[in-house]
């Protein structure tokens, strides 16, 4: 899983659209994400800063309402992340 998400990071630093297209799918309201789908995220974010910006609306409009979720110590920490 590790490994998968380095690749969409290092895919995403040069076509961040198509990346965001999958992973966003995998990022559903209402529905906890799997850990790495949010890593994945604050990767892609620190790897390509200015590509991330068209999305931020919808990703942080997905997390907000998720964190109270968030119950065990990894996930909090990977939404700090």
Do not use: W
């Not at 949010?38 to 609306?57: C, H, I, R, Y």
């Amino acid at each position: 899983q590790q490994a998968a998400s380095d690749v969409l990071v290092a895919v995403g630093q040069r076509f961040i659209n198509k990346v965001m297209e999958e992973v966003l799918t995998k990022f559903q309201p209402g529905i906890l994400p799997h850990y790495f789908v949010v890593q994945t995220f604050a990767n892609l974010s620190v790897s390509n800063v200015f590509g991330m910006v068209p999305f931020l609306n919808s990703i942080l409009g997905t997390m907000l309402p998720m964190l109270g979720m968030a119950k065990q110590d990894h996930m909090k920490s990977v939404f700090c992340y």
